[in-house]
């Protein structure tokens, strides 16, 4: 689903046209005919949208409006309407409504008003998420050479003014170097914004970074300011600049050229003091030669480039953030045991730190209280460690009970041994076990 949007219209006609109209768009619509219902269900649940008819029994729209408004909730409103008056349009905005809309509503503007609005709810959200975010609680966490490396670079570059591109596979931390040189430079007091550049559309992402003035698209109702001019005097990081639409490049290579820019509809030039990192998973070379990415912006975001390693290369700085999770989670002195920290250590990691703070929020699902065990993690996990374990010559014997490995992990151990050992019966004496017992495994594993 794209989406959950709360509908409220008291004209039952009305109401099953637009539900079946939105959920036809791919959204989760729940649809209501009166504002006390409308109320309970903002109390059980959360929304991203409100689409809201202004002539309701017992209250109307912009009394309900003020009502949500007041309580602090962040739900994207639009209001719809008969009465196309200014002044009540200009009402419901200043209460917060993200848009008007005036029956007899024309179906494709509220499928554009409402993804607009489903896209701005998205990044206020993941904007509140950074800004909540305890820099305290996330740190970096690692005593291994390569990563005390970087670290020791970080805090030199931070110190200068030198945009800087940070490189290095998904999951692996870069918006935690980022936020470093943020804290390690003198703007520190200042603000530090995120955005994703993959996450939003090109239109979005380009009135989100650069605002916009009133009347420079549908739903423009007034000036807003954008992420760089939020900035000012501060850091704004720009996760995945590989995947920026090109359209939009030769607007953030002005800013990093000349420190100014204008907003969308707009013709002030307004000068704002922010420094740019970026960051990508992306071959921007590659992407450069392709023409999918600007050579002279490559050259201006790259001035100091930092290759963060992926955790396969750090496996001594497993224990300790596994440890620091475990932490985060409520547990002040976690203890793992040798199994779990083998089998942590041994695994490849390809989603890097995220995965592994996934994983260890798994398992405290499956096992709230300490200590952990093999069983609490994923099955790739343990059948990639039971494959590290038993890659073995040829005719050595392998001292394994069957019995205790999951079933995919004896699956793949039995395929391992008879791919090397062809003589079932040498294949059977290397496993511990009968010729008989392996015939019979390998039928079962036929019948899965």
Known sequence: MKGSILLVEDRMALRDAYRTFLTQQGYAVTAVGSAEDAEQQLSEREFA????????????????????????????????????????????MKLGAFDFLEKPIDLEHLAMTVERAMNLRQLERSQQISERSDTSDRQIVGRSPVIQELLQLVDRVAASQATCLLLGESGTGKEL?????????????GPFLAVNCSALPRDLLESEMFG??????????????????????????????????????????????????????????????????????R????????GHFREDLFYR??????????????????????????????????????????????????????????????????????PLAPKHFPTNMVTDHVMADFELDLGQTIKVNLSRLSREAERQLIRLVTR????????AARLGISVKTLYNRIKGFGDD
């Open 49 to 92: 949208v409100l689409l809201l008819d202004y002539l309701l029994p017992g209250m109307n729209g912009l009394a309900f409006l003020e009502q949500i408004r007041s309580k602090d909730n962040q739900i994207a409103v639009i209001l719809m309407t008969a009465f196309g008056e200014v002044k009540l349009a200009v009402k419901a």
């Open 177 to 189: 170097v980022a936020r470093r040189l943020h804290e390690k430079s003198h703007r520190h007091d």
């Open 212 to 281: 916009y003035e009133r009347g420079a698209f549908t739903g423009a109702q007034g000036r807003k300011q954008g992420l760089i001019e939020l900035a000012d005097g501060g850091t704004l990081f720009l996760d995945e600049i590989g995947d920026m639409p090109l359209e939009l490049q030769p607007k953030i290579l002005r800013f990093i050229q000349e420190s100014e820019f204008r907003r969308v509809g707009g013709q002030k030039i307004i000068k704002a003091d922010v420094r740019l990192v970026c960051a990508t998973n």
């Open 283 to 290: 071959n921007l070379s590659l992407a450069v030669r392709e």
């Open 301 to 370: 975001v790259s001035v100091f480039p930092i290759q963060l390693p992926p955790l396969r290369q750090r496996p001594e700085d497993i224990p300790d953030l596994a440890q620091h999770f475990l932490k985060r989670a409520g547990h002040p002195q976690p203890e793992l045991s040798r199994a779990v920290l083998d089998l942590m250590t041994q695994y490849a990691w390809p989603g890097n730190v995220r995965e592994l703070e996934n994983v260890i929020e798994r398992a405290m699902i499956l096992s709230p209280q300490l």
């Open 420 to 427: 090397e050992e062809t003589n079932m019966k040498r294949a």
